[in-house]
């Protein structure tokens, strides 16, 4: 048990809330997992958060380990009027893990991942990453769409609505939910799927950070791999405008099992990098095939020829899916500043604004991509779930990447806002939630969610009212029809 002394911790409604030791250790004994405070063992672990350049640290840490946990946790947030933030794999650009000076849920102890390879789902807990789910599935040949960096978690991925190389195939990641646990601010552990509470259910896919704290996720799985065709392909950045018309047209016709992003940036000086290279402007396009006949898909792409290095090869899905996580732009610790959009197509204007962009950048670590993620998700209802944007064909945009000790920081966050400036009228009008910096504003977060913002809105009036899950990109509850101020 924790020693413990009363204290001050954020309140919901923006001051201080003053804690007794004695309701300090209440909650103590109501939990199995663990209660931190700065300088117990643990402490810095827990509330580290992928992107540096958001500057939060909670008062107090609960690392729940059960459902029981969670549950006891919301009721003392509700009780005491806290504010309350979630940890899944603490990756959120916007920092939107930690409530400033509040309490937080660290789900990192709840990090198990069950497969029943029979019915093909998976259930997962709340402190996943996504390689936790991906070796596991992948030990029976299975896989459920994920992202691009393995260190990610699967939470708030999943919960914002998620993509990656399988996203082609099966849509986004909440298209492949078929069922959540979710504790609700009543405290209460529901079930929500396409039959039961489906409301809640029809929420969770795509703003599930508003309504609740999910305790298990089941996945749908799919056959995949275990082997696939994969790896990056670079040429000098010269000859960006022809890869970039060799991509488009690779993405106008590429089967489903093949996805393709493409990257401008400059040479990292790895040693997969010829040594007179590092430190150039470079054209890369990173490729996973999932399917048959790699070799003549690919075609389009390696008919270019004189690549200064091509490493597709076969390799194991699980490699594939970690091959970006020792990229020093995915690094902990970085400041990041992301500004991306969805597009519908790739236009010669779009590819030139975001080619001069690209070149511009200062920071060696910052780069502009483009991810395909046009097929099944562009098939299913609109209505199928809030994360909605059913027009998404392309995820595209600007990011900025520097260490904290470089003094241009200003310089890097005004060129992405100058590139993202010049791109955003391409835009589909959607926008990914998941990423959205902690400086947007709301009509960011409204525009994400287009016409499910409304019904969205209805549904958190009557799962969480009072708004105690607001540190998040905030839905805010319904208005009653005579009240004037919202909380
Ligand atoms: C390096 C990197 C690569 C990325 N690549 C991709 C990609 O390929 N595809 C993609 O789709 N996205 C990608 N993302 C974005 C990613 O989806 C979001 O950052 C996502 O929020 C990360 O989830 P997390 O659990 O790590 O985040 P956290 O920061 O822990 O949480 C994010 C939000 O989810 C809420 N939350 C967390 N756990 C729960 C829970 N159990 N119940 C309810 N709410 C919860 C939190 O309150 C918070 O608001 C990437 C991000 C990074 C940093």
Known sequence: ???????????????????????????????????????????????????????RSPALVVQPSSARDVAAVVDFARDHRLLLGIKGGGHN???????????MLDMSRMRDVTVDSGARVAHVG????????????????????????????????????????????????????????????????????????????WAVRGAGANFGVVTRFTLRLHEVGPIITGGLILWSAERADEVLDAYRALTESAPRELTAATVLMTAPPA??????????????????HSGANPAADLEPLR??????????????????????????????????????????????????????????????????VIFHVGGALNERAGDDGAVGNRDARFISGFSGVWPPDDPRGEEHVAWVRQCWERIRHFSTGGNYVNF?????????????????????????????PANLFRSNRNVRPALPAASASQP
Not at 342 to 366: K, N, V
Request: hydrophobic content about 40%; aromatic content about 8%; overall charge negative.
């Open 1 to 55: 048990m924790m020693t413990t002394r009363g204290f001050g911790i954020a309140g919901l409604e923006g001051g201080r809330v003053g804690l007794t030791s004695g309701q300090l250790e209440e909650l103590d004994a109501r939990v199995e997992g663990r209660l931190l405070r700065q300088g117990d063992e643990g402490w810095e672990d827990a509330i580290l958060i992928w992107n540096r350049m958001v500057a």
């Open 93 to 103: 650009i916007a920092g939107t893990a930690i409530a400033e000076g509040g309490l």
């Open 126 to 201: 709340p402190g996943c990453l996504l390689q936790d789910v991906d070796w596991a599935t992948q030990e029976h040949g299975l896989a459920t769409p994920l992202g691009f960096v393995s260190l990610t978690g699967v939470a708030g991925l999943t919960l914002g609505g998620g993509f990656g190389y399988l996203t082609r195939r099966f849509g986004w990641t909440a298209d492949n939910l078929d069922e959540v646990e979710i504790v609700t601010a009543d405290g209460e552990l529901r079930t929500a799927n396409r039959d039961e509470n489906t409301d809640l259910f």
């Open 271 to 288: 040693p997969f990098v010829p040594e007179e290279w590092h430190g150039a402007r470079v054209v890369g396009t990173l490729v996973c």
């Open 303 to 368: 008919g270019l020829g004189d690549p200064i290095v091509d490493l597709v090869d076969e390799m194991p899905y699980v490699e594939m899916q970690s091959l970006l996580d020792n990229s020093p732009s995915e690094a902990k610790g970085m400041h990041q500043y992301w500004k991306t959009e969805y597009l519908a197509h790739l236009s010669t204007e779009y590819l030139d604004a975001f080619r001069d962009g690209a070149l511009q950048a200062a920071s060696p670590l910052s780069y502009a």
């Open 436 to 464: 959205q910096l902690a400086e947007d504003d709301a009509t960011r977060t409204v525009s994400a969610y287009g016409r499910n913002h409304d019904r969205l809105q209805r549904v958190k009036a009557r799962y969480d």
